[in-house]
Every structure is written in C-alpha cells, then in structure tokens.
C-alpha cells in the first residue's frame, strides 16, 4: 500500500510538471505592448478584406502570470463588434544573428459578443522585439494569425499586426 502511495505522488509529480508552463517572463508586464499604444491592429481576412482589432483593456491575469485577459472590438469591412478573451505566452528564442532579438508565442483565444456576425478567433500570437524593450514595455512586432468561426459555421482565415506583412505565409508561429 505505501508503495502505491509513492508511486501515486511520483506519477503526479510528473504529470503536473509536464503541463507547466515554462514562460520566461512571467515576471514582467506585457499589458502595454499588447495595448499598441491604443491603436488598431491591422490585417486582412481570406487574403483579400481589411479587418482591424483594438485593445481596450489588456490585463495581466494574477494567478496565471503568462495569461493576459484582453477586452477589445473588431473592424470588419465597417462592422464593429466587441469581444473578450485571452492570450498565453508559451515560449522564447533568440532570434538568430541578433545579440537581443527574441521571439515570443503564445496562443490567443477571443469571443465576439453574441450579435449577428458573432464568433470565436483562435490562435497564434508572434511577437518579435529586442530583450531590452521587453523590460522597458516598448512595442515589437506583434502579429496574430488564427481562423475566426462564425456562428453560421463559416470559417475565415485572419492575421492581424502592428506592421504590414508584405506575405503572411512566411511568417513562422509555433
């Protein structure tokens, strides 16, 4: 019996240590470059129409230090709708050939508000900065792409970014 009791405690030990997340800047603030200094996102939806996002409030969840809870509305050709939902961060490399470039990912999962266009946006989120504007709360390059699945059961492919991608496909997400 008390062998199954250590081999309980060994096993989940193990399990939960696999689910941790490992973010290495949990101890920092992102809230502000997520806000994009209160401007729009900007990208496109199936490659041909405009579709903008802006974060009203962006909050680093206390608990979960890697998750941040976001309230925002959408611009789709003229339509707005608000939304709420989360970002996770998941993980960091160094850029290659850059002593302080970093890229950061994570996955994001937001709700639009129940109306007639509604639906949920899920995701990876891509953030390439320096190491030292991380620590300072300065903007990178931040770009979201994911499918938005509308409650019609439709499904658009989006991006979104504070810079203009000149071809989204080559743009790497984990």
Same mark, same amino acid.
């Given at each position: 019996?008390?062998?199954?009791?250590?081999?309980?405690?060994?096993?989940?030990?193990?399990?939960?240590?696999?689910?941790?997340?490992?973010?290495?800047?949990?101890?920092?603030?992102?809230?502000?470059?997520?806000?994009?200094?209160?401007?729009?996102?900007?990208?496109?939806?199936?490659?041909?129409?405009?579709?903008?996002?802006?974060?009203?409030?962006?909050?680093?969840?206390?608990?979960?230090?890697?998750?941040?809870?976001?309230?925002?509305?959408? @611009? %789709?050709?003229?339509?707005?709708?608000?939304? /709420?939902?989360?970002?996770? #961060?998941?993980? $960091?490399? &160094? !850029?290659?050939?850059?002593?302080?470039?970093?890229?950061?990912?994570? @996955? %994001?999962?937001?709700?639009?508000?129940?109306? /007639?266009?509604?639906?949920? #946006?899920?995701? $990876?989120? &891509? !953030?390439?900065?320096?190491?030292?504007?991380?620590?300072?709360?300065?903007?990178?390059?931040?770009?979201?792409?994911?499918?938005?699945?509308?409650?019609?059961?439709?499904?658009?492919?989006?991006?979104?970014?504070?810079?203009?991608?000149?071809?989204?496909?080559?743009?790497?997400?984990?």
């Amino acid at each position: 019996m008390k062998s199954l009791f250590i081999l309980f405690i060994c096993v989940s030990t193990f399990l939960s240590a696999q689910v941790q997340n490992t973010f290495p800047y949990k101890n920092l603030d992102l809230s502000e470059q997520l806000l994009n200094k209160d401007t729009f996102y900007e990208g496109q939806a199936n490659k041909d129409k405009r579709y903008k996002v802006k974060f009203e409030s962006v909050k680093k969840d206390v608990q979960q230090p890697e998750r941040y809870l976001v309230v925002g509305v959408t @611009d %789709f050709e003229g339509t707005r709708q608000e939304f /709420q939902g989360e970002i996770i #961060f998941k993980e $960091k490399f &160094r !850029v290659r050939d850059s002593v302080e470039g970093i890229l950061l990912f994570g @996955d %994001f999962n937001f709700k639009e508000k129940p109306e /007639q266009l509604s639906g949920v #946006f899920i995701g $990876k989120i &891509r !953030v390439q900065t320096d190491e030292t504007l991380v620590k300072t709360n300065m903007a990178g390059n931040v770009t979201f792409k994911g499918d938005l699945k509308k409650e019609d059961g439709k499904t658009d492919q989006l991006w979104f970014g504070n810079f203009h991608h000149y071809d989204i496909d080559k743009v790497i997400f984990r």
